[in-house]
């Protein structure tokens, strides 16, 4: 065992004289929370052993403000003062074991209460795994397992058979595949060589130490994903350790990871291997595992719900409710035994085949339930190889019923006119001036005759598998043809075509007709398509023309968690100019729809870029508060282009819409979703503001602007509001007040991939957070000083477990992101030329964003030899982007964006600015932005969503009078948790 001589850390006085295994049972006594049993029979005969909770104690409230000690002396020795005597703590241990028998530990990391001066985030990784190791000495122990560090991936159900695996050149591969010799069929687990189709392993096994394995790892092509991890080696007390270990649990995903303190020869490596699959199969649990087949000196860090999830009970009872979750008619067919294994009580015999049975899924499901309680898994032939066989059956069911379903739905148009005896005839070439015109929209097949489909499919096979249909919204508006959009809603069901949406509308002018449709759900936007067309003045002048309908824009393309997702107040979807070529929005609100043209807005639009870039070029006058120096009138001149964006794109239509319709001023409207098929113009939703203001040319800020930038919301009452004539408040500004959800398309980036906007990256059922502690990379522009960026480079380093790289040039921003999968890309960069040819330099490099590549859809072998990626490297986490230099995201001058071309090329969401910021200020806005999101993080556990944390940060940024902080805008998803 290795101890480092026996290392008892800063104990070594209060354990003097004791000998090795009674320090280790003192130490494991005095650090017990309360015992509870942890479950039913295990291997051997004798009940499991009792769980319980281990953290050393005396640490909550240790430190006060304004100590002089040092956080390391004062932690440790209230640690010392609340230890009791070790005569007291062995006569503990011997009554403890004298009533449990065995027992099993879990090491929680405790914090320093919020409000203190310093907090813990956690005791170092060489200490925690130094305690395990002594926690494991004594032979009444049966197993001990460390807390998983942050961002580690939640367990979710196996698939059976579980797989083990290891990279194809690793010294244990060959010595693994004899597990698959003489397996009889449907065995339970099974080595899979590690390959680029693989779906995620229950176990990837390194048959080398740490360093080095994770150094194969990251030189390896393949993207491996891994439930468990298990590394043959590794020194508890080396110096980077913990970084190591996260760096290789995030890398492959892993909920877990076991380390052996000795590296084993690869073949006893694998016999333990062997024996460790054997007996999880017989439902004992992982910790226990651990312990009785590698021994006392190897670690288990373990993620939540590993320990729970990864018995075979669990499993059963996952496969339990999926079976019952089978439609009515699903049947699975499996061999006599393992259905009798099972517990189901009247199967049917499948005609000829003597030794099959056949129940519906949902009846299996329902008798597995009522028989868990005799299961008593007894080996692995027994209950573990019958839930494989089954879990096999019902894929093979699901498969087949896969296979039977229609061809993919697409959304599908028809149009309609009176022939002369007055029935409906359908036309496919042209609208003709004054006819009337019935317009039908559905979902359906391609299969189906009639219907004209858009290029696209719609993903309705992600459709929530318990739902059985889903209620849409489709938007109808052709701003040339049509006072209003017209909208109606459907429903779509999980098979089959959808309900119709009927438009009808009288062509009133000839030329071009185009129109746009726009599918919803709760007001999000996930589909848009162009119907275009020509109206002629007479149906003999329609000739060989053609109504088309076209995918234009897909915002949601997984609907595995529709239902789950944010409802949005307010809906906004801007596209390319009409056929007068005036630029338009359709806008979508409580029930109501309206169009806008965005004329006026681009004009508000420069002259709110022509304000912030002042600012830019003035880092005097604005740093002493916002009610300070030049920021009372930089606000009220602010807040008057947002008054007149408010009255463009909000007021003068609620005018006409005013019943029924959401009131977009209330805080009831506090989700607004913006879609762009267009990037090259901005509309500055941000800037909108909704509270009164006075006629006059002078006022000062709320004041009480500061309480309410700190908790998001004005107070009632305040004195802004009871004079808004005399003031004006930050908060009025949509920015600081709701949450925006932008997603943006570059015309050009869609003409060269051939493909309409899909929006990669996106949260998920099975994948709703980013995973931000796998690290970052910072690089900034030759006119950023070198100094300015240590700030920021010490928030991350404080906060994260992964590595943060400060690279020089956009070379080696690329070779990073291969190198690590960062989860931060910050990046201040300064924006040159112009146009198609418009660059990004970053340390006196440049790169064209147009040619940053696309992440690739489907399979991604063979894609790493083709160039570098600069955003996220096939089968990689989708990281967060900030993009904070010089006009990155486009105001006043028309530009293919640069944002775009990061979101496309994998960025879960691009933050960036929408005026020019220079480099000073985008390093003060970025650090604070960054820092607040770490911060707010840390103090909530990591389960806020990302537009509230980046609206809250930048009302503390304000609150830090930063004003730069109002152009700060996030294309992308808002729900991504963090």
């Not at 759900?521 to 003045?537: D, F, G, S």
């Not at 060989?544 to 307010?570: G, M, N, P, Y």
């Amino acid at each position: 065992m290795s101890l480092h001589g026996r290392d008892r850390l800063f104990l070594k006085a209060w354990g003097l004289g004791l000998a090795d295994l009674d320090f280790a049972r003192c130490l494991a006594v005095a650090g017990m929370g309360s015992a509870a049993p942890a479950g039913d029979e295990g291997r051997g005969g004798g009940p499991d052993p009792y769980r319980l909770e281990w953290a050393w104690p005396g640490v909550a409230g240790v430190l006060s403000r304004g100590r002089s000690e040092s956080p390391s002396e004062a932690w440790q020795a209230a640690v010392l003062r609340a230890l009791p005597a070790p005569e007291r703590l062995l006569e503990r241990w011997h009554a403890l074991v004298r009533e449990h028998r065995r027992l099993a530990f879990r090491i929680v990391r405790q914090s320093i209460p919020r409000g203190h001066k310093v907090a813990y985030a956690a005791l170092p990784w060489a200490q925690v795994a130094i305690l395990a190791q002594w926690l494991l000495l004594p032979d009444e122990v049966a197993g001990v397992h460390i807390r998983g560090g942050p961002g580690w991936a939640e367990m979710q159900a196996l698939r059976f058979p579980l797989t083990v695996s290891a990279l194809p050149d690793d010294p244990a591969a060959a010595h693994l595949g004899r597990l698959n010799d003489f397996q009889p069929a449907h065995w339970p687990f099974r080595y899979v060589p590690a390959a680029p189709d693989a779906e995620r392993h229950a176990l990837l096994v390194f048959g080398q130490p740490l360093e080095r394995a994770l150094a194969g790892l990251l030189q390896s092509p393949l993207q491996l994903k891994a439930r468990l991890v298990l590394v043959n080696g590794h020194d508890a007390g080396r110096p980077g350790a913990a970084a190591l270990v996260q760096a290789l649990v995030s890398r492959v995903s892993a909920s877990g990871i076991v380390l052996l303190a000795e590296p084993l020869p690869p073949g006893e490596l694998a016999e333990r291997v062997r024996e460790a699959c054997l007996q999880m199969m017989q439902d004992r649990p992982l910790d226990l595992v651990v312990r009785a087949v590698f021994g006392h000196a190897a670690l288990l860090a373990a993620g939540a719900g590993l320990l729970q999830h990864w018995r075979m009970r669990a499993q059963m009872a996952e496969l339990s409710a999926r079976l019952v979750r089978q439609p009515r008619g699903a049947s699975v067919k499996m061999s006599t035994q393992a259905m009798h294994q099972l517990g189901s009580a009247d199967p049917v015999p499948v005609g000829g085949a003597p030794d099959a049975l056949q129940t519906e899924a949902h009846e299996l499901g329902k008798a597995i339930r009522r028989a868990s309680v005799r299961h008593r898994y007894a080996g692995e032939a027994h209950e573990a190889s019958a839930m494989t066989e089954a879990a096999q059956a019902l894929r093979q069911e699901a498969a087949q019923a896969q296979a039977e379903q229609v061809a993919a739905r697409h959304l599908q148009q028809q149009s309609w006119v009176k022939s002369r005896d007055g029935r409906l005839r359908q036309i496919r070439n042209a609208y003709v001036l004054g006819e009337p015109v019935l317009l039908k929209v559905r979902i359906g097949s391609q299969q189906a005759s009639g219907w004209q489909s858009g290029s696209h499919a719609f993903p309705d096979r992600e459709l929530p598998p318990n739902e059985g249909s889903h209620r849409l919204t489709v938007l109808f508006h052709e701003p040339g043809q049509l006072d209003a959009p017209l909208q109606q809603d459907i429903t779509l069901p999980r098979t089959g075509e959808s309900t119709q949406a009927l438009f009808d509308f009288v062509p009133r002018r000839e030329g071009a007709f185009l129109a746009r449709i726009a599918v919803l759900h709760r007001n999000r936007v996930l589909q848009t398509a162009q119907l275009r067309a020509q109206v002629v003045p007479s149906r003999q002048a329609a000739g060989r023309r053609r109504i088309i309908l076209e995918t234009e824009a897909e915002v949601r393309h997984d609907w595995s968690s529709l239902d789950a997702r944010r409802r949005f107040d307010l809906a906004l979807v801007a596209g390319a100019p009409d056929a007068d070529g005036t630029a338009r929005a359709t806008s979508v609100s409580g029930g109501k729809a309206w169009a806008t043209d965005l004329t006026g807005v681009q004009q508000v639009a420069g002259e709110i870029g022509t304000l912030l870039s002042a600012v830019a070029h003035n880092t005097q006058g604005h740093g002493q508060g916002l009610d300070a120096e030049d920021n009372p009138q930089l606000l009220l001149d602010l807040a008057f282009c947002g008054r007149e964006l408010y009255a463009q794109l909000v007021l003068d239509q609620l005018a006409q819409n005013r019943e029924g319709a959401l009131d977009v001023r209330s805080d009831q409207v506090g989700h607004i979703q913006l879609v762009q098929t267009r990037s090259d113009a901005v509309i500055p939703l941000e800037f909108v503001y909704d509270y009164e203001l006075g006629t006059g040319s002078g006022a000062s800020v709320c004041p009480q602007h500061r309480e309410a930038l700190a908790q998001g919301r004005c107070n009632p009452g305040c004195e802004g509001q009871r004079h808004p004539g005399r003031h004006v408040c930050p908060m009025g500004f949509w920015g600081l007040r709701k949450v925006i959800e932008r997603h943006v398309q570059d015309a050009p980036a869609k003409a060269d991939a051939g493909h309409p906007l899909v929006v990669l990256s996106e949260p998920t059922q099975a994948r709703e957070k980013l995973q931000l502690q796998a690290g970052a990379v910072v690089g900034h522009s030759g006119r950023v000083a070198h100094g300015s960026v240590d700030g920021l480079l010490h928030e991350l380093r404080t906060h994260l477990q992964g590595s943060v790289e400060r690279v020089k040039d956009w070379d080696e921003w690329a070779t990073a992101v291969q190198a690590h999968a960062p989860q931060w890309l910050v990046a201040f960069p300064h924006n040159t030329g112009s146009g198609s040819t418009r660059e990004l330099e970053l340390g006196n490099s440049t790169i064209r964003t147009r040619g940053i590549r696309f992440y690739p859809v489907g399979s991604v072998e063979g894609a790493a030899a083709h160039g570098p990626w600069h955003v996220r490297r096939p089968g990689g986490d989708p990281p967060l982007v900030l993009l904070l230099g010089c006009d990155t995201a486009g105001s006043t001058e028309p530009f293919s964006s640069h944002v775009s071309a990061f979101r496309q090329a994998g960025a879960a969401v691009v933050v960036s600015t929408i005026a020019t910021v220079l480099g000073a200020h985008a390093v003060q806005v970025g650090t604070r932005i960054v820092a607040d999101l770490l911060e707010q993080v840390a103090a909530t556990g990591g389960q806020p969503h990302l537009g509230e944390l980046l609206r809250q940060a930048k009302c503390r940024a304000l609150l830090a009078s930063q004003p730069m902080a109002l152009c700060v805008v996030a294309f992308g998803d808002a729900d991504w948790r963090l």
